[in-house]
T-cell receptor, first 113, second 116 residues
Framework: DTEVTQTPKHLVMGMTNKKSLKCEQH?????MYWYKQKAKKPPELMFV???????INESVPSRFSPECPNSSLLNLHLHALQPEDSALYLC????????????FGQGTRLTVV | AQKVTQAQTEISVVEKEDVTLDCVYE???????LFWYKQPPSGELVFLIR??????QNEISGRYSWNFQKSTSSFNFTITASQVVDSAVYFC?????????????FGKGTLLTVNP
């Protein structure tokens, strides 16, 4: 099973809302990632979790708050977002033995109004 | 600093044509990893291949083939006898061997359209 599942697939939220994106994998991967992708652009790394601990934060604004409650789940909590935060948010996971391929979910298309 | 350049922004071909997607990379590391991903309109990035810097063997997988040349810092991707289902954005990416946490540096992507 090489699947990363993200929910919801689409999300529209107001600038004062609080919402969460969810990501789940059952491949036994101990590294999980959040990427942000604007239209016609490549994905940009936001966060990396290793063994459920935050290991990389690419200077992401605090209105994005990641959480890794266990080795299979990764959340991204959203609060007070701006319209320019509208994008495709991709979750990925990989093994932690060296540099192996990352498997991506289908993403959540977020629109901030 | 690492950089990946995909000079072709968009390519349009007719079904059954062969097409090559170019990828040129820059890195100061001696150990690094190169990837190709496919992103169909559904949004998911689909892993195609990973190659480390010590393995310059070219690879063929069905209609797909990859040409890795360290001398020119290139990792090109060829689709033989293209099909409409190959239409997607293709990303070349580079990662260093920075321990267990690695960051993928993506090129800007090439939009491939295969017309019937």
């Amino acid at each position: 099973d090489t699947e990363v599942t993200q929910t919801p697939k689409h999300l529209v939220m107001g600038m004062t809302n609080k919402k969460s994106l969810k990501c789940e994998q059952h491949m036994g991967h101990r590294a999980m990632y959040w990427y942000k992708q604007k239209a016609k652009k490549p994905p940009e790394l936001m966060f990396v979790y290793s063994y459920e601990k935050l290991s990389i934060n690419e200077s992401v604004p605090s209105r994005f708050s990641p959480e890794c409650p266990n080795s299979s789940l990764l959340n991204l909590h959203l609060h007070a977002l701006q319209p320019e935060d509208s994008a495709l948010y991709l979750c990925a996971s990989s093994q932690l033995r060296g540099v192996t391929e990352a498997f991506f979910g289908q993403g959540t298309r977020l629109t901030v109004v | 600093a690492q950089k990946v350049t995909q000079a072709q922004t968009e390519i349009s071909v007719v079904e059954k044509e062969d097409v090559t997607l170019d990828c040129v990379y820059e890195t100061r590391d001696t150990t690094y990893y190169l990837f190709w991903y496919k992103q169909p309109p559904s949004g998911e990035l689909v892993f195609l291949i990973r190659r480390n810097s010590f393995d310059e063997q070219n690879e063929i997988s069905g209609r797909y083939s990859w040409n890795f040349q360290k001398s020119t810092s290139s990792f090109n991707f060829t689709i033989t006898a293209s099909q409409v289902v190959d239409s997607a954005v293709y990303f070349c990416a580079l990662a260093n061997s920075g321990g267990s946490n690695y960051k993928l540096t993506f090129g800007k992507g090439t939009l491939l359209t295969v017309n019937p």
